[in-house]
Protein backbone atom coordinates (compact mmCIF):
# COMPACT_ATOMS: atom_id res chain seq x y z
CA UNK A 1 0.00 0.00 0.00
CA UNK A 2 0.79 3.75 -0.60
CA UNK A 3 2.10 5.80 2.14
CA UNK A 4 0.56 9.23 3.27
CA UNK A 5 3.23 12.06 3.36
CA UNK A 6 2.80 15.92 3.26
CA UNK A 7 6.52 16.96 3.20
CA UNK A 8 8.27 18.02 -0.06
CA UNK A 9 12.20 16.75 0.95
CA UNK A 10 10.98 12.49 0.39
CA UNK A 11 9.86 13.39 -3.11
CA UNK A 12 13.55 12.74 -4.12
CA UNK A 13 13.41 9.51 -2.57
CA UNK A 14 9.63 8.02 -4.09
CA UNK A 15 6.94 9.11 -6.87
CA UNK A 16 4.71 11.73 -5.37
CA UNK A 17 1.06 11.83 -6.95
CA UNK A 18 -1.11 14.56 -6.94
CA UNK A 19 -4.19 12.62 -4.00
CA UNK A 20 -0.61 13.21 -1.70
CA UNK A 21 0.08 9.47 -1.60
CA UNK A 22 3.57 8.36 -2.06
CA UNK A 23 5.05 5.24 -3.56
CA UNK A 24 8.43 4.61 -1.23
CA UNK A 25 10.87 1.32 -0.76
CA UNK A 26 10.65 0.04 2.73
CA UNK A 27 14.38 0.94 3.16
CA UNK A 28 13.67 4.73 2.25
CA UNK A 29 10.96 4.87 4.36
CA UNK A 30 13.26 3.35 7.34
CA UNK A 31 15.56 6.31 6.62
CA UNK A 32 13.27 9.14 6.59
CA UNK A 33 11.46 7.94 9.70
CA UNK A 34 8.07 6.86 8.20
CA UNK A 35 6.04 4.04 9.47
CA UNK A 36 6.09 1.29 7.28
CA UNK A 37 2.38 -0.81 8.01
CA UNK A 38 0.72 -4.02 5.88
CA UNK A 39 -2.87 -3.71 6.17
CA UNK A 40 -4.02 -7.36 5.39
CA UNK A 41 -7.03 -8.57 4.55
CA UNK A 42 -7.77 -12.20 5.47
CA UNK A 43 -10.77 -14.46 4.70
CA UNK A 44 -10.06 -16.31 8.00
CA UNK A 45 -11.01 -13.78 10.26
CA UNK A 46 -14.48 -13.25 8.63
CA UNK A 47 -14.92 -17.07 8.57
CA UNK A 48 -13.74 -16.99 12.57
CA UNK A 49 -16.26 -14.29 13.19
CA UNK A 50 -19.29 -16.14 11.42
CA UNK A 51 -18.39 -19.07 13.73
CA UNK A 52 -18.59 -17.11 16.64
CA UNK A 53 -21.96 -15.99 15.45
CA UNK A 54 -23.14 -19.51 15.07
CA UNK A 55 -22.39 -20.60 18.67
CA UNK A 56 -23.28 -17.39 20.02
CA UNK A 57 -19.91 -16.76 21.25
CA UNK A 58 -17.89 -13.33 20.44
CA UNK A 59 -13.99 -12.66 20.10
CA UNK A 60 -13.27 -12.34 23.51
CA UNK A 61 -13.99 -15.77 23.91
CA UNK A 62 -11.53 -17.20 21.94
CA UNK A 63 -9.04 -15.79 24.75
CA UNK A 64 -9.88 -18.43 26.88
CA UNK A 65 -9.33 -21.29 24.93
CA UNK A 66 -6.34 -23.30 25.96
CA UNK A 67 -2.99 -23.51 24.11
CA UNK A 68 -2.40 -26.98 24.70
CA UNK A 69 -5.72 -28.54 23.49
CA UNK A 70 -4.80 -32.06 22.15
CA UNK A 71 -7.76 -32.67 20.39
CA UNK A 72 -6.81 -29.26 18.60
CA UNK A 73 -3.63 -30.68 17.96
CA UNK A 74 -4.83 -34.29 16.40
CA UNK A 75 -6.85 -32.33 13.75
CA UNK A 76 -3.73 -31.01 12.51
CA UNK A 77 -1.87 -34.28 12.85
CA UNK A 78 -4.70 -35.52 10.80
CA UNK A 79 -4.22 -33.13 8.08
CA UNK A 80 -7.28 -31.55 8.33
CA UNK A 81 -5.39 -28.34 7.55
CA UNK A 82 -8.73 -26.65 4.90
CA UNK A 83 -9.27 -23.30 6.35
CA UNK A 84 -6.60 -23.33 9.01
CA UNK A 85 -4.68 -20.13 8.55
CA UNK A 86 -0.80 -20.56 6.94
CA UNK A 87 -1.50 -24.33 7.12
CA UNK A 88 -3.37 -24.85 3.93
CA UNK A 89 -0.15 -24.06 2.28
CA UNK A 90 1.85 -27.53 0.80
CA UNK A 91 5.24 -26.22 2.33
CA UNK A 92 3.75 -26.32 5.94
CA UNK A 93 1.79 -29.50 6.04
CA UNK A 94 5.25 -30.96 4.73
CA UNK A 95 6.80 -29.69 7.73
CA UNK A 96 4.50 -30.49 9.89
CA UNK A 97 3.91 -34.22 8.36
CA UNK A 98 7.61 -34.51 9.29
CA UNK A 99 8.04 -33.62 12.52
CA UNK A 100 4.01 -33.87 14.11
CA UNK A 101 2.42 -31.61 16.68
CA UNK A 102 2.27 -32.37 20.58
CA UNK A 103 2.44 -28.62 21.55
CA UNK A 104 1.79 -24.95 20.71
CA UNK A 105 5.69 -24.34 20.61
CA UNK A 106 5.48 -26.98 17.05
CA UNK A 107 2.65 -24.41 15.51
CA UNK A 108 5.04 -21.46 16.10
CA UNK A 109 8.30 -23.65 15.10
CA UNK A 110 6.41 -25.05 12.08
CA UNK A 111 5.64 -21.49 10.72
CA UNK A 112 9.06 -20.32 10.77
CA UNK A 113 10.63 -23.35 9.42
CA UNK A 114 8.58 -23.65 6.52
CA UNK A 115 10.11 -20.75 4.11
CA UNK A 116 12.55 -20.73 2.06
CA UNK A 117 15.89 -19.64 3.41
CA UNK A 118 15.67 -22.71 6.45
CA UNK A 119 14.43 -24.65 3.65
CA UNK A 120 16.88 -24.31 0.70
CA UNK A 121 19.89 -24.58 3.91
CA UNK A 122 18.96 -27.66 5.72
CA UNK A 123 18.33 -25.92 8.50
CA UNK A 124 14.52 -27.23 8.56
CA UNK A 125 15.66 -30.98 7.99
CA UNK A 126 18.28 -30.42 10.92
CA UNK A 127 15.59 -29.22 13.23
CA UNK A 128 13.16 -32.12 12.43
CA UNK A 129 15.76 -34.56 13.07
CA UNK A 130 16.66 -33.03 16.56
CA UNK A 131 13.14 -32.58 17.26
CA UNK A 132 12.46 -36.37 16.81
CA UNK A 133 14.81 -37.94 18.03
CA UNK A 134 17.13 -39.07 15.01
CA UNK A 135 19.81 -37.14 16.19
CA UNK A 136 21.79 -35.91 18.83
CA UNK A 137 20.72 -32.14 20.35
CA UNK A 138 24.24 -30.79 20.06
CA UNK A 139 24.42 -27.35 21.46
CA UNK A 140 26.60 -24.33 20.53
CA UNK A 141 28.17 -23.79 23.94
CA UNK A 142 26.95 -24.23 27.63
CA UNK A 143 26.30 -20.68 27.34
CA UNK A 144 23.64 -20.77 24.73
CA UNK A 145 21.63 -23.66 26.40
CA UNK A 146 19.21 -21.20 27.99
CA UNK A 147 19.05 -19.36 24.34
CA UNK A 148 18.05 -22.55 22.14
CA UNK A 149 16.99 -25.05 24.64
CA UNK A 150 13.33 -24.56 23.21
CA UNK A 151 14.88 -25.06 19.49
CA UNK A 152 17.08 -28.15 20.18
CA UNK A 153 20.23 -26.10 20.06
CA UNK A 154 19.03 -24.37 17.19
CA UNK A 155 19.12 -21.14 15.99
CA UNK A 156 14.78 -20.43 14.65
CA UNK A 157 14.11 -17.04 15.88
CA UNK A 158 15.84 -13.37 15.43
CA UNK A 159 15.21 -12.99 19.27
CA UNK A 160 17.83 -16.07 19.95
CA UNK A 161 19.97 -14.23 17.87
CA UNK A 162 19.85 -10.77 19.24
CA UNK A 163 19.52 -12.74 23.06
CA UNK A 164 23.11 -14.49 22.37
CA UNK A 165 24.57 -11.30 21.28
CA UNK A 166 23.55 -9.49 24.49
CA UNK A 167 24.07 -12.01 26.83
CA UNK A 168 27.85 -13.47 25.50
CA UNK A 169 28.73 -10.77 23.23
CA UNK A 170 27.49 -7.88 25.97
CA UNK A 171 26.05 -5.90 22.65
CA UNK A 172 23.54 -3.08 23.87
CA UNK A 173 19.27 -3.60 22.93
CA UNK A 174 20.63 -1.07 19.75
CA UNK A 175 23.44 -3.16 18.42
CA UNK A 176 21.66 -6.46 18.36
CA UNK A 177 18.65 -4.85 16.68
CA UNK A 178 20.69 -3.13 13.76
CA UNK A 179 22.68 -6.82 13.95
CA UNK A 180 19.51 -8.69 13.38
CA UNK A 181 17.88 -5.89 10.59
CA UNK A 182 21.45 -6.90 8.62
CA UNK A 183 21.53 -10.45 9.09
CA UNK A 184 18.23 -10.54 6.97
CA UNK A 185 19.41 -7.67 4.54
CA UNK A 186 22.78 -9.71 4.19
CA UNK A 187 24.74 -6.50 4.26
CA UNK A 188 28.16 -8.13 3.95
CA UNK A 189 31.23 -8.81 5.80
CA UNK A 190 32.45 -5.67 6.74
CA UNK A 191 29.47 -4.67 8.38
CA UNK A 192 29.47 -7.82 10.35
CA UNK A 193 33.31 -7.63 11.22
CA UNK A 194 32.32 -4.61 13.41
CA UNK A 195 30.09 -6.12 15.05
CA UNK A 196 32.30 -9.21 15.53
CA UNK A 197 35.17 -7.53 17.22
CA UNK A 198 32.55 -5.94 20.05
CA UNK A 199 30.95 -9.72 20.03
CA UNK A 200 34.27 -11.24 20.73
CA UNK A 201 35.42 -8.82 23.70
CA UNK A 202 32.03 -9.46 25.73
CA UNK A 203 32.87 -13.57 24.87
CA UNK A 204 35.75 -13.42 26.25
CA UNK A 205 34.72 -11.52 29.53
CA UNK A 206 31.95 -14.35 29.43
CA UNK A 207 34.77 -17.00 29.62
CA UNK A 208 35.01 -18.26 26.01
CA UNK A 209 37.73 -18.66 24.30
CA UNK A 210 38.33 -17.09 20.62
CA UNK A 211 37.95 -20.25 19.10
CA UNK A 212 34.44 -21.18 21.19
CA UNK A 213 33.39 -17.03 20.34
CA UNK A 214 33.83 -17.31 16.61
CA UNK A 215 31.90 -20.78 16.52
CA UNK A 216 29.30 -19.19 18.04
CA UNK A 217 29.50 -15.96 16.22
CA UNK A 218 29.64 -17.81 12.71
CA UNK A 219 26.50 -19.72 13.61
CA UNK A 220 24.95 -16.40 14.53
CA UNK A 221 25.62 -15.52 11.07
CA UNK A 222 24.36 -18.23 9.15
CA UNK A 223 21.28 -19.20 11.25
CA UNK A 224 20.38 -15.49 11.81
CA UNK A 225 20.36 -14.43 7.86
CA UNK A 226 16.99 -17.31 7.45
CA UNK A 227 15.90 -17.01 11.14
CA UNK A 228 12.16 -15.14 11.50
CA UNK A 229 10.88 -12.75 13.95
CA UNK A 230 9.27 -15.33 16.94
CA UNK A 231 6.63 -12.41 17.96
CA UNK A 232 5.37 -13.09 14.56
CA UNK A 233 5.50 -16.53 14.50
CA UNK A 234 3.38 -16.65 16.93
CA UNK A 235 0.58 -14.54 16.13
CA UNK A 236 0.60 -16.38 13.32
Given at each position: ???I????????Y???????????D????E???V???D????????V?????????K?R?????????D?A????I?D??????F??????L????K????????????I????????????S??????R?????????L??????????????????????S???D?????W?????????M????G??F???Y????????K??GL??K??K????N??T????S??K??????
Amino acid sequence: GGIIVTADPVSEYCSVSRSGAAQIDKYDAEDLNVLKIDALGLRTLSVLQECLESVGKDRGWLLGLSLNDEAAFQVINDERCTGIFQFEGYTLQMVMKQMGVQKFDDLVAITALARPGPLHSGSTTEFTRRRTGEVEVKYLHEKCIKHTEDTYGTIVYQEQVMSIGRDIGHLSWEEVSELRKAMSRSLGEEFFNVYWEKFRVGAKEEGLTEKEAKHVWDNMCTHGSWSFNKSHAVSY
